[in-house]
């Protein structure tokens, strides 16, 4: 079975600091990764997926993600954080196998001035 | 232009009643789903229809019943309305039935059992 955990529903950082959410997902066959953004009341936003190649992934708004296969991890980073970019992340692992897809349970990203 | 959209964006109802969501894309897709995000931002997925076929049909009581007109379509059907009911539903969409797929989210229902 799969699964997903976000470490830590609550991060805070100063504007201009660096970005670290964190993702581990459980999974019996490659996964695909995914992280989304979700603004106050609007619907989810993907910022950027992993499914083959290149483990660096790039996405919107300056977002980034490695997929570690050793760690089981799938992190996301920004180098500088923006005051735009307080929301909530999800991460999430679908298994084309089973055609099922998991969301972690969200991390608040607070951004301090 | 909207992507994915839903109506209504907000529903207050009482216990017991039968309600409707509807969700509309206009991107061509072949797949839409139901996810429900409940007060603790938890986010499960509920159906998937690909090609008005149900494809996904999660563990949820069978009070829930979607259902595609067509391939832009899929509504959610809620009979019996429970307080634990109240969430918010999200509509998507994807160009296909894999997962791998970006999934396009609609802004959300946010339904209050009374």
């Known amino acids: 079975a799969q699964s997903v955990t976000q470490l830590g529903s609550h991060v805070s950082v100063s504007e201009g600091a660096l970005v670290l959410l964190r993702c581990n997902y459980s999974?019996?066959?490659?996964?695909?990764l995914f992280w989304y953004v979700q603004y106050p009341n609007q619907g989810l936003q993907l910022l950027l997926k992993?499914?083959?190649?290149?483990?660096l992934v790039k996405g919107i708004n300056g977002f980034e993600a490695e997929f570690k296969k050793s760690e089981t991890s799938f992190h996301l980073t920004k180098p500088s954080a923006h005051m735009s970019d307080a929301a909530e992340y999800f991460c999430a692992v679908s298994d084309n196998n089973f055609n099922k897809f998991y969301f972690g349970s969200g991390t608040k990203l607070n951004v301090k001035p | 232009d909207t992507a994915v959209s839903q109506t209504p964006k907000y529903l207050v109802t009482q216990m017991g009643n039968d309600k409707s969501i509807k969700c509309e894309q206009n991107?061509?897709?072949?797949?839409m789903y139901w996810y429900k995000q409940d007060s603790k931002k938890f986010l499960k997925i509920m159906f998937s229809y690909n090609n008005k076929e149900l494809i996904i049909n999660e563990t949820v009581p069978n009070r829930f019943s979607p259902k595609s007109p067509d391939k832009a379509h899929l509504n959610l059907h809620i009979n019996s309305l429970e307080l634990g009911d109240s969430a918010v539903y999200f509509c998507a969409s994807s160009q296909s039935g894999g997962l791998q797929e970006t999934q396009y989210f609609g802004p959300g229902t946010r339904l209050l059992v009374l």
């Open positions: 999974s019996s066959v490659p996964p695909y």
């Open positions: 991107l061509g897709h072949d797949t």
């Open positions: 992993y499914t083959t190649g290149a483990t």
